[in-house]
């Protein structure tokens, strides 16, 4: 079977994703009914009438029919995930915990919960709680120890060059020119999703070209945003009354032309070639016998062997990572951030002379 891709399916969603080819689907997010579990009427201090999720579909009897459909769902997609492929699920504290305990029980391996902390959350107008100011989402492969994409470059952007961390704060509600009405000037969906907040999930762990699919399309955000970082998508949608709102979204989306050097965000290091650490002795960038330093504070100290090892003061040999392993305790180092040379009296990491290399021997990135 060929999959279906840039389109919106009518109907429940366990039952689209099982005509799904196997293994077929790079990304899927899931922003499933909360299950809020609303029993009263909410109004502002004023009287107003507050406009809450009083929907259907986010109406279940009972907490085991709701972890019924959980499971049901969360089944679905793992069938459909590819090996490499993440799952992201939002929620709230009525039904992440929840869905976080069915997903390890499937198998699922979490990779992180992130927090989008909202800059203008709906205040608690009684008075008798926090205000609710964040929806957790879970990020998870299909399977403990599977490879996974992170554009962990790529999302310095969004935290001023540093390493972007699981608190999301400059995210707000879906408001404005962005909030879909209806006829009536009404809140055409009652739980949009902001774009910032998918342009952040899509980005992160997916590339240009691979299957965005969101099991719960409601008014579209996810194939909006998939549309402008081109990448493919499929969206399941049971309520038939959303799907007209979001195919017009989406066709009046305008998207810039594709090219594949601007919108590919990989970190330099994974598309640069590979440069064997013995490369840098056969070519006289170091030499046989001359001292490494880990880390910057030159207190353990390695000497390059011939054959490209390093032997450490404690008599073990092994790569630059074996060795940076060793000293960090059996954690996993990467040895070309970790090492250090030193040149004109300056203690640089290993990794300028790899990129020296580089530009110097004319390799270009692949």
Known sequence: MTLPIN???????????DTLPRHSVDLIFADPPYNLQL????????RTKVDAVDDAWDQFQSFAAYDAFTKAWLSACQRVLKPDGTLWVIGSYHNIFRVGRIMQDLGYWFLNDVIWVKTNPMPNFRGTRFTNAHETLLWASPHKGAKYTFNYQAMKGFNDGKQLRSDWWLLSLATGSERLKDENGDKAHSTQKPEALLYRVILSSSEPGDVVLDPFFGSGTTGVVAKRLHRKWIGIEKEEKYIPLAEKRIRETQVELFDEATFDVRGKKKTAPRVPFSDLLEHGYLNPGQSLFFRKDREDIAKIKPDGKLRIQDGFEGSIHQTGKHLSNGKPCNGWVHWYFEEDGEILVLDVLRDRFRSEQGLTEE
């Open 7 to 17: 389109q919106i399916f009518q109907g429940d969603c366990v039952e689209v994703l």
């Open 39 to 46: 029993e009263n009427e909410l109004y502002r201090p004023n």
